[in-house]
T-cell receptor, first 113, second 112 residues
Framework: GENVEQHPSTLSVQEGDSAVIKCTYS??????FPWYKQELGKGPQLIID?????GEKKDQRIAVTLNKTAKHFSLHITETQPEDSAVYFC????????????FGAGTQVVVTP | EPEVTQTPSHQVTQMGQEVILRCVPI?????FYWYRQILGQKVEFLVS????????KSEIFDDQFSVERPDGSNFTLKIRSTKLEDSAMYFC??????????FGQGTRLTVV
């Protein structure tokens, strides 16, 4: 089955700097890659996603890139702010079972003022 | 903004007891899911539910687990005889036809 690896496990950045989180997946049939943000005491919140027919997607300060050949995708957060501090999860799934997400282990992002 | 709601937020139960975790998915959503996250581990898929039946389940989802949509709004996960290793955060999620899945805030289940 699909296996998603995520790095780093923790990431500390200065406010205003950029943060990059990387994930790899094992099953070339995966074609949907969402990113979730989880704040303390809350459930995962979808922040951005990408499908395999595009290589990059951007939404204000966040962007996701996908390299299907290498089977990896990344989350980029620019101009980080303290409210970006959270755990971020990448995930992958396939078209015939989109909701069956395989999650990465998560990255604890700490943005220091 | 519509959201998935879960109750209770925290459930403590004795080993061997039955528990029911409840979820109210977003009203026009068609697909429903349960996930769990054991402390310090990945979020894991348990089961998907569509058109009033299970469409897919993981190896974790054995005979001790069941799901039900008893009415038009609730979606429940039942664990018949809880074990210590069932202690985890349980998340409900739902989606429409597009792939974007929305998660509830979770129920922390503690089995003692």
């Amino acid at each position: 089955g699909e296996n998603v690896e995520q790095h780093p496990s923790t990431l500390s950045v200065q406010e205003g700097d950029s943060a990059v989180i990387k994930c790899t997946y094992s099953d070339s049939a995966s074609n949907y890659f969402p990113w979730y943000k989880q704040e303390l005491g809350k459930g995962p919140q979808l922040i951005i996603d990408i499908r395999s027919n595009v290589g990059e997607k951007k939404d204000q300060r966040i962007a996701v890139t996908l390299n299907k050949t290498a089977k990896h995708f990344s989350l980029h957060i620019t101009e980080t702010q303290p409210e970006d501090s959270a755990v971020y999860f990448c995930a992958a799934s396939m078209a015939d079972s989109w909701g069956k997400l395989q999650f990465g282990a998560g990255t604890q992002v700490v943005v220091t003022p | 903004e519509p959201e998935v709601t879960q109750t209770p937020s925290h459930q403590v139960t004795q080993m061997g007891q039955e528990v029911i975790l409840r979820c109210v998915p977003i009203s026009n959503h068609l697909y429903f899911y349960w996930y769990r996250q054991i402390l310090g581990q990945k979020v894991e898929f348990l089961v998907s539910f569509y058109n009033n039946e299970i469409s897919e389940k993981s190896e974790i989802f054995d005979d001790q687990f069941s799901v039900e949509r008893p009415d038009g709004s609730n979606f429940t996960l039942k664990i018949r005889s809880t074990k210590l290793e069932d202690s985890a955060m349980y998340f409900c999620a739902s989606r429409e036809a597009p792939p974007e899945a929305f998660f509830g805030q979770g129920t922390r289940l503690t089995v003692v």
